[in-house]
């Protein structure tokens, strides 16, 4: 009988060092936010919405305890740089902190929670969850306010979508608490990341700041400060003039990453895009921003 009661011991302190171990994600210190950008069908500019995402109160469905998500959100109005602002219930989270799992409920009515996260996952491992089939390409850490947090990278298994997904423990995903990226219609990324006031991740970016407005208000050929740039949208070459005393012009595309940065060797110059993808990009000279669009 003795044996057995330490036994039980034993296994009791392993699993609450394992749950010890793992750094939850849901924590009512935290705060998330996420940049949404919704590429419409009409070639128009693309609406940009940033969520502000915290956790409230707890709430109780089929005896499953749950944290509520509240999204406050700020949401562009097209060709103009004015706001809509509202807070609305996002959905609700709970966590297995044993398992080091989360999952995600829409609503309380019709939708089944889904799989959010495993952090118990390893390389080669498939996760089917968040309607996604993802492929672990290798897990590793990363020091996150001087305390280790798993970090994962992911690969979408069908999808033509064929960028990586990060996940790191306590924080979630890289392209947003909820990672709802289809790569083409709509994308998430995470701007900056809280956890009791305190900043932990912001995403680095020149374009970017944790409230983030896109240039809705830049039509297809315009002159700012008299740089011009033309033809837009381009099957190749953006041409520019005016652009003396100024030394180089970069090139990000609609996510914020830099895909090219050219020196500037003469006050008429041009950008050759034949090598990019066709899509709309952000085209900066010196303190400008262009939006660029390449088919």
């Known amino acids: 009988m003795k044996s057995l009661f330490f036994i039980a011991l034993f296994l009791l302190s392993v699993l609450q060092i394992r749950s ?10 935290n705060k998330w936010n996420v940049l949404e950008i919704i590429q419409l069908l009409c070639g128009c500019d693309p609406f940009t919405v940033t969520h502000s995402f915290t956790i409230s109160n707890n709430t109780v469905f089929n005896n ?9 959100l700020y949401q562009n109005v097209p060709g103009t740089s ?3 602002y509202s807070v609305n219930n996002y959905g609700f989270l709970r966590e297995d902190t044993l398992n080091k799992k ?4 829409r609503d309380n009515i019709l939708n089944e929670e889904i799989l959010l996260y495993d952090f118990n996952i390893v390389v080669a ?10 492929v672990v390409l290798s897990a590793d850490s ?3 306010n001087n305390h280790f947090n798993k970090r994962i990278k992911l690969k979408n298994s069908y999808s033509f979508n ?5 996940w790191i423990e306590g924080i979630g995903s890289l392209n947003g608490l909820f990672y709802l990226n289809d790569g083409l219609f709509d994308q998430n990324q995470l701007l900056c990341y809280w956890k009791n006031n305190n900043l932990l991740y912001s995403l680095n970016n020149p374009l970017y700041q944790c409230l983030f407005a896109l240039m809705t208000d830049l039509s297809e050929t315009k002159t700012i400060k008299d740089i011009s740039i033309f033809p837009n949208p381009t099957m190749d070459i953006i041409n520019f003039n005016n652009i003396e005393n100024i030394a180089e012009i970069a090139i990000y595309d609609i996510q914020g990453k830099n895909i090219m940065t050219n020196k500037i060797i003469k006050e008429k110059s041009f950008i050759d895009l034949k090598s990019l993808s066709n899509g709309i990009y ?3 000279i010196g303190v400008n921003r262009f939006r660029v669009i390449k088919n």
């Open 64 to 72: 499953q305890s749950y944290k509520i998500i509240i999204d406050s």
């Open 125 to 134: 491992d498939t996760f089917k969850g968040n309607n996604q089939s993802l």
């Open 20 to 29: 010890q171990n793992y750094h939850k994600i849901i924590d009512t210190t």
């Open 162 to 166: 064929s960028d990586t997904i990060i």
């Open 82 to 84: 004015d706001y809509y």
């Open 102 to 105: 989360v999952f995600f409920k």
């Open 282 to 284: 952000i085209l900066q």
């Open 142 to 144: 990363i020091s996150i």
